[in-house]
């Protein structure tokens, strides 16, 4: 549905001249709730999430989609934070940026966990003089970031350390040298920035999260709570790299939560696409990225090529009167010109960057579908009021006496309403309790079948070359490592399918409630929709531990590499180690189901007793300014004189 600002402005009209025409005490309350559905779609924001490892550039991609250099490119990826790129307001202003300091409890774990990586104790004090002892020529590729990023907040953390927790606003220059300096950016939690955009006009927040390689449990909670309520969903991969180990990981998890999320708008990027040596190695790389995220369950209806760089240069150049040295070499550089070649037109860099088509299809996305939905559901409302009002004035026209009786009706239809609320609540919460043991048998079952996969990735020939005891210790930390992330990322999509059974559960429950409640004699449109929030907290996380037997299983089969890999050994260690796997598995998803099972039937219990006090709040003043209305001879002139003015379709 193409939807235009004048529709918008159309159905924001029509609320607000309802709303106004509801001025009877009966009807007032149905005017407090027009009017909050018109400031919602007047104020309406969208979040569009972006997605991708470090070096995938998302920043530069955001900056190119905005037009301008708004954020900072961060040089670490050990320090990167979420980036919220937000519509000024009256509270902040244009160029406003704030920066979120994290507290010292998130310092701390992080810290932990970083020190528990390298094997070194987390109090400063040990910490200190033990981290300047590391050979850092010595560490693998995966502990290096954990070095940087401890070494950053030793640093740092006496200059920071009574700012922690807070949120300072800075200066656009202050926050580039915050994100170059590791001692400053390793205490950043989250920046915002609030630039106008014609994605901001639009109502559409951009988020940049940290790289989906992070070495942080808590940006892994962050990207995931993201990915499961942004609208749309934005991942960029690098040309030179597309489909890295770090892109597969994430998109495993987004292919398996794909179908219980908010929103199915996912945009696939694949950036620095100018690097191509020609179509047909553009083609081949488009080919390979989609290839593997059939297999990976995520099906797109467009595959995006794009170049930041271009599209920023494009912006940017659009602005000045003369092209400035520093975009003509790079611009030449992307495109392979030579200096004396004619430089391209600013339409012909937009064209080649492919960025326009991006941002108006976000926009459609946003402003089309998202808002067509948000109307369609105002005009419901604008019918479904006018109704009930129209069944106010046909009782108000007849006699009292047929007038009272109908509200003795009513009376006792309002009375049966919490019927509906106390009925069979037990047996929703047997339900949702056995559907909860479904979907973590499921879960079992998924992984079991995954496991060889998970030792073909662990035992991997390209640095599985020699068999030593180092090599083997070091694959089965990465199979117990990938165990233990297919297992989380498991819980968490099955996280949401359960809030959203639970949720079902309130929601069909306390639709019959209003259906009853619209029905005649009572006729009164409820708003029973404010639940009380679901924990969206991730339960105790998967850590699983290589015992000793598993590494003399893994060294009789490993003694000698060439055959390991050339008969069948990874299939042999991994039906060996399968055992292992599924008892701790087992063990983990039993604990995970008690979880589950306790948290959303309190939520259940909770939701049910809020929405029933909202029930008799809501039913109670009705009832007891029908009444009044019934000896109220301007009610029913008030009332028709509502209807007259009504705002129509």
């Not at 079948?449 to 640095?463: E, G, K, R, T």
């Not at 055992?579 to 049910?608: C, S």
Request: charged share 25%; with cysteine; glycine share 4%.
């Amino acid at each position: 549905m193409n939807i235009t600002e004048q529709d918008v402005i159309k159905t924001i009209e029509a609320l607000q001249t309802a709303a106004a025409a509801c001025v009877h005490p009966l009807v007032q309350p149905y005017a407090k709730s027009l009017q909050e559905r018109a400031e919602r779609l007047r104020s309406q924001q969208f979040t569009v999430a972006f997605f991708g490892a470090f070096s995938a550039g998302k920043s530069s991609l955001i900056n190119a989609l905005l037009g301008e250099q708004v954020l900072p490119v961060s040089p670490n990826p050990t320090t990167a934070a979420i980036n919220r790129i937000l519509p000024p307001t009256e509270q902040d202003s244009e160029g406003t940026i704030r920066v979120i300091l994290k507290d010292r409890e998130t310092i701390m774990q992080e810290v932990a966990r970083s020190a528990e990586m390298l094997q070194l104790p987390s109090s400063f004090q040990e910490l200190a003089s033990r981290l300047e002892a590391v050979d850092v020529a010595t560490l693998t590729e995966r502990l290096k970031p954990h070095y940087s990023y401890l070494r950053g907040v030793l640093r740092g953390y006496a200059d920071i350390e009574q700012h922690l927790g807070q949120t300072i606003t800075i200066l656009a220059s202050e926050l580039r040298q915050m994100v170059a300096n590791e001692e400053q950016a390793a205490f950043v939690s989250r920046v915002d920035l609030y630039r106008t955009s014609e994605l901001s006009k639009a109502g559409v927040i951009l988020v940049d999260t940290p790289g989906v390689d992070s070495l942080h449990a808590r940006h892994t909670d962050v990207a995931f709570r993201y990915m499961r309520d942004a609208d749309a969903i934005v991942f960029v991969t690098y040309y030179n790299h597309a489909f890295s180990q770090s892109d597969r990981e994430f998109l495993m998890q987004l292919g398996r939560v794909k179908e219980a999320l908010a929103t199915d708008a996912l945009f696939f990027v694949i950036n620095a696409a100018d690097l191509s040596a020609n179509s047909e190695e553009l083609e081949s790389v488009k080919k390979h990225v989609d290839s593997n995220l059939a297999k990976l369950g995520v099906r797109l209806n467009k595959l995006y090529t794009v170049s930041s760089q271009l599209g920023l240069a494009a912006s940017l150049l659009a602005q000045q009167e003369q092209v400035s040295p520093s975009i003509e070499r790079m611009v030449r550089q992307r495109l392979r010109l030579s200096s004396d070649s004619p430089f391209p037109r600013v339409e012909d860099l937009r064209q080649r960057a492919g960025v326009e088509d991006l941002r108006q299809e976000i926009t459609q996305c946003t402003r089309g579908r998202l808002v067509a939905a948000s109307i369609e559901a105002a005009n419901q409302e604008l019918a479904s009021v006018f109704e009930s009002i129209e069944g106010y004035v046909r009782t108000l026209r007849g006699d009292r006496v047929t007038g009272l009786q109908e509200f003795a009706n009513q009376k006792q239809q309002a009375d049966q309403l919490q019927q509906v609320f106390s009925q069979d609540i037990e047996l929703d919460e047997v339900a949702l309790e056995q559907e909860i043991r479904e979907l973590l048998y499921h879960v079992k079952q998924r992984i079991r079948f995954s496991h060889f996969d998970l030792i073909v990735q662990a035992f991997h020939p390209s640095f599985f070359t020699r068999g030593d005891d180092r090599e083997i210790q070091s694959a089965l930390e990465e199979w117990v490592r990938l165990l233990a992330l297919i297992v989380e990322q498991e819980v968490r999509a099955t996280g949401i399918r359960i809030v959203r059974s639970a949720k079902r559960i309130v929601l069909e429950r306390s639709k019959r409630v209003t259906v009853a409640a619209k029905a005649p004699p009572l006729g009164i449109v409820l708003h029973l929709d404010e639940l009380p929030a679901v924990p969206d907290d991730f339960p105790l996380q998967a850590q699983f531990e290589v015992p000793t037997q598993v590494q003399k299983l893994a060294q009789k089969e490993c003694k000698n590499v060439q055959q390991f890999f050339e008969q069948g050994g990874r299939k042999r260690l991994s039906d060996q180690l399968e055992p292992f796997a599924t008892i701790w598995v087992d063990q983990y998803l039993e604990q995970i189901q008690q979880w589950f099972v306790h948290r959303q039937q309190m939520w259940i219990r909770e939701a049910q007793r809020a929405l029933r006090v909202s029930l008799e709040k809501e039913v109670t003043s009705f009832l007891a300014l029908k009444r009044q209305a019934i000896d109220d001879e301007s009610a029913l002139l008030s009332l028709t004189e509502t209807l007259r003015v009504w705002p129509k379709n």
